[in-house]
């Protein structure tokens, strides 16, 4: 089956983009965050060359994820101009949540057409794997730990 290498078909709504050309970005952020809410997805692949998500759409999508409980992979590529302010907001979510154990960051072999792309590529590439740690090794008491500690500070 085709799609996006490494993401279930059933899961992965990069894969709707690409088998459905009248699917427009809000009605692609929707699925995302039907899913989200209703926890009904387990990998969430954002493959921002296909579709305009930006910032609104990775705000409202991060929104969903924070509370998720059923994704553990996360894959992200074609990071753009339009994809990388939402980087922050994706990392935002995934700090916490806490079953996300694996991030894949694609493209990163990639030259990017301006270096503060890259450096936001990079940036979400290191938060994310301290975060898929942190969850591999006990999340629920490592995130408790660190928004207690957000709201004493």
Known sequence: QGGVA???ATVSLALVV???STMTSDDLTDE???????????????DYSCKNIGLERAEAIASALESNASVTKIELSGWN??????????????EKNVTVTVCEVLGLDK??????????????AKEA?????????G???????????ETSG
């Open 6 to 8: 490494g993401c279930e």
């Open 18 to 20: 690409e088998t459905s």
């Open 32 to 46: 995302i965050v039907a899913g989200l809410r209703d926890n009904s997805l387990t990998t969430l692949c954002l």
């Open 81 to 94: 101009s339009q994809g990388s302010p939402g980087l922050q907001k994706i990392a935002e979510a995934m």
């Open 111 to 124: 030259p990017y057409k301006e270096p503060k792309y890259r450096k936001a590529v990079e940036t979400f």
């Open 129 to 137: 794997a301290r975060i898929v740690q942190r969850n591999s090794e």
């Open 139 to 149: 999340g629920a008491a490592s995130a408790s730990s660190a928004a207690a500690g």
